[in-house]
């Protein structure tokens, strides 16, 4: 635990000096950016007493994405994101030992946020086109809860609730700018931040360069 809270201390004390950063040297570089698309749940079986890892399973959905970043240098700078995944609801029976269960899983909200280096690479002579690669770390947030119920009784035999993690983001995309101040941004990424709950995203954006404007 003191651990875990050590790494959320350490992604907001980062996000904060980012931020000072941005104020500090005005617009010059900083860009904002807004997106939606797919977000899955990778292998993310919500395992519990009652039936172990062979659990209730959450597939993925629409998503949609915020974030802002700041080029340091001509190719590389500092982003920083935010995803929000929108609900949930599974439900399933399970048979041990002659006694029926059924097992509900409620996702009210999957937030992801994340810090990364971003490094690109110009693929015209105009830098209109390009391509890039980031990494970071990342925090994940899952507001959910898992409950199971005897089928004959009714009794509740077991609940969960939310689910936290640190841990990595890496993506790879491609931009290209129509406008020194406004491009579009497809993007694939992963975050690894829940265990064996890892996401994967797709996402088509807008990025909006102030220091253009």
Known sequence: MQVRN???SL????????????????????????????????????????????ALEADGDF?????AGVWLWDNFGLEFNYQGLRNKDDSRRVDLGGTAYTEHLNIDRTALFDISGIGRCFFTADEKLWGFARAGVAYAHLEREITANDNATGALVYSDKDKKG??????????????????????????????????YSVTANVVVNLSSL
Do not use: C, H
């Not at 000096?17 to 860009?31: C, Q, R």
């Not at 998503?63 to 974030?67: E, N």
């Open 6 to 8: 050590l790494a959320k």
């Open 166 to 199: 640190m841990g990595a983001v890496a993506g790879l995309g491609v931009q290209y700018d129509f406008v020194p101040a406004v491009g579009v941004r497809l993007e694939g990424s992963t975050i690894q931040a829940l265990n064996n709950n890892d996401s």
């Open 63 to 67: 998503s949609w994405r915020a974030g």
């Open 11 to 54: 992604v907001i004390g980062a996000a904060l000096l980012g931020s000072s950063s941005l104020l500090a040297m005005g617009l010059d570089g900083v860009y904002v950016l807004g997106g939606v698309g797919y977000t899955g749940l990778d292998n993310a079986k919500f395992g519990n007493k009652l039936v172990g890892d062979n």
